[in-house]
């Protein structure tokens, strides 16, 4: 989740607009209640020249909220306020929207002022008669069953005046409705208005969708709608009708600008399996729709990064092979989890592929070091092999592996695939599980989905420094490299796994030599 998509669900829910208030700090705004004034959230947008990038966090009044050591990376103490009130954000690709959004609605409900009791005299009798307004009964008539009676046609004014402030309903948007396919009255009819269960949008577009899934139309319609969670039931007669004529261009391959909140109900579509006849059918569109219209200048930047995560997560839930689903990883994670799979399991592994990865976690200062530049090839092969065989010996007889004092142990987390989706999982009963590499997997139990995964939080890389120090100082004398680095005293422990390693690559270098002379010994003889 990135920032942006908190100051835009402030403004549509409560109107509320970011202030920025300091001009020496460009990067610097807050969200105030809109009844009070106050401050309820304070963004901070900073460029962070170790990561390379702009990094975004808000502090948030949402009240008292228990930190543990479980609660997500993101989600920490306030950054700049004070108090117990307050909670900071880090916005990445691992933040919570839903959560993010319903400590933002916690935020104001605390915020709102304290309610006044306001009491009414009772009238005279005279006077509560006069003030009494009387309902007016409409009579709708039997519209369920005149579906080829005529819609009473307005009179001239109406035809020429916008009603309701310009919404410009004119002549030809009765003559669209009088002439309303069946189908689409049979897809209303679909709608459940009895199931109030948690999910209950979610099956209702799935029955609806299913009903409507080769459905065509040729009514456009490029007016404007904002709907959170769009749904078939959320819309009217003329822009049903607009989507479906959009959608018939979409399936031909002519890719249009509309309506974001069409655009998502296509996509809605597509992770429930209307219009796919596979998963992997579902991947391919999603792709060509991302080729297609967001890549064309339509859609936002919001919907582009909502469509990776779906394609992410709906790999994920349907079994997709492990090659697939990393390629809709962010880019960021798939390269810390490939260095943290290598790491863990590095007896298969090229030497250069364990040096990058231990250098992906060590401070700049350590990726400059000789011994994995040493041209001739020796320095870095000693520096794998001595990770390869320190990785499973004891830290200190803790007992606790030095990778697992370096990195934690896996954690398990409840996940909650496509929650900002309207998605029905199809086999919600079915307990399954999926391994996406040695330190990341998923698991489904009883309908409810849980994600292991190794979390920064619980890194200890003050430890992996030592042990990369330790294997610099020492192999620069055995590799041939000049320049020497003094001994610390948190870097004896380890001195003996390197230095057997040392002595084994010695012996065997030797042992190669003599053979290699005994075999040019042999081949002198005549």
Sequence with gaps: MLLEG???????????????????FPGFSVLCHPKTGKWVALLMRQWDPDAGEMQEVCDLKSGHVVLSERSPEWLSGPFRMKGTNWIGVRFTDETDRGVVLRL??????????????????????????????????LDFGDWKGSNSAPVPAPDAASRQTPARGGTGITDSFFRATDALPQQYIDMMDLYDYNDHKSGHAARNFVRQGRFMENATDHLPWNGWIRQRFPTYHDLNVRQLRGYFTWRTEIRNGIFQDANSSLAYLYLYELLNGIGADSPQDTLEKLEAFETGFLDAGYGDEQMHLNLRRWMYEFSIVHDMPPEVTVRYMHPETSRRDEALSILKEPQNRTDREICDALLQFAPRWQKQGKVVRDSSGRGPALFAQAWRDLVDHKWQDTGQTVFEACFGTAQSY??????????????????REYHLSPIRSWSRHQGIWHESRYESLYFNLDRLQVIVRAMERLLRKEAGIRGSLQKRPEEAWVEPFILETVERDRQEREARKREAERRA?????Q
Aim: proline fraction near 9%.
């Design 6 to 24: 908190l100051t835009v669900y402030a403004l549509n829910k409560y109107g509320i607009r970011e202030d920025y208030k300091w001009t020496q």
């Design 104 to 137: 933002f609605d916690q935020a104001i409900r605390l915020g709102n002022p304290p309610a006044k009791a306001i009491v009414l005299e009772n009238p005279a009798p005279e006077t509560a008669k006069e003030r009494v307004f009387q309902d007016v009964p």
């Design 414 to 431: 409840r996940w909650y695939p496509l929650s900002n989706a309207v998605w029905m999982d199809p086999e919600q009963g079915k307990d």
């Design 521 to 525: 010994a042999m081949d002198s003889v």
